[in-house]
């Protein structure tokens, strides 16, 4: 069974410019979440969607981030203008959905983005 | 809001041997469940153990067993038999349950493994 699929792994992009990055989550799983992770930290939700509903985006910076899941399968993950404090990691993980909000989530490997 | 501690930003242990990670949570919930996620350099966060709060005991896979203390709020991960290929960075994290469900995560300890 494929894991949680994430493109592109790396990105360099100059400040201003906008960056896009994608996740498939394991096949059936209806939960997906998006993390932001700095250097040394530990991963911090952005958002996190059941089916195609953005039901947490309490920590999505909305002036220049956003999110989608049209097809509550894959999800596509923006930033427009990119700034240099956006260099991170941005993890995107999945789980069954299916045991009332205590499932395991299980994390793709993760895009790292260097804004220059 | 829940917060996770992970004091030990740094560990070393001898091949064979065994090390313990150190977690500390505060939460106000009662039903919660932790996490012991494993990173290693190519960035891919695998889960290692995971232990259900009303459950008093300790999960275990393998050579992986955790010490759960819910009066403390402490949840140590015990590595038995330490590997080259266990090396990696190790997070802690809480897991909120029901309709706001997250993960709460902590700083990590990286974990070297000598030969």
């Known amino acids: 069974e494929a894991g949680v699929v994430q493109s592109p792994r790396y990105k360099i992009i100059e400040k201003k410019q906008p960056v896009a990055f994608w996740c498939n989550p394991i096949?059936?799983?209806?939960?997906l979440y998006w993390y932001l992770q700095n250097l040394g930290q530990g991963p911090e939700l952005l958002i996190r969607?059941?089916?195609?509903?953005?039901?947490?985006d309490s920590q999505l910076p909305k002036d220049r981030f956003s999110a989608e899941r049209l097809k509550g399968v894959d999800s596509t993950l923006k930033i427009q203008p990119a700034e240099l404090g956006d260099s991170a990691v941005y993890l995107c993980?999945?789980?069954?959905?299916?045991?009332?909000?205590?499932?395991?989530?299980?994390f793709g490997p993760g895009t790292r983005l260097l804004v220059l | 809001a829940q917060t996770v501690t992970q004091s030990q930003p740094e560990m070393s242990v001898q091949e064979a041997e065994t090390v313990t990670l150190s977690c500390t949570y505060d939460?106000?919930?009662?039903?919660?469940?932790l996490f012991w996620y494993k990173q290693p350099p190519s960035r891919q966060m695998i889960l290692v153990i995971r232990?259900?709060?009303?459950?008093?005991q300790n999960a275990t896979e393998n050579r992986f067993s955790v010490n759960f203390q819910k009066a403390a709020k402490s949840f140590s991960l015990k590595i038995s038999d330490s590997q080259l290929g266990d090396a990696a960075m190790y997070f802690c994290?809480?897991?909120?349950?029901?309709?706001?469900?997250?993960?709460?995560f902590g700083k990590g300890t990286l974990l070297t493994v000598n030969p």
């Open positions: 969607y059941e089916n195609e509903e953005a039901v947490d």
């Open positions: 232990q259900e709060a009303y459950k008093q």
């Open positions: 096949s059936g799983h209806n939960t």
């Open positions: 994290a809480y897991g909120s349950g029901g309709s706001n469900y997250k993960l709460t």
């Open positions: 939460t106000s919930e009662s039903d919660y469940y």
């Open positions: 993980a999945s789980s069954s959905g299916l045991a009332g909000g205590y499932e395991t989530q299980y």
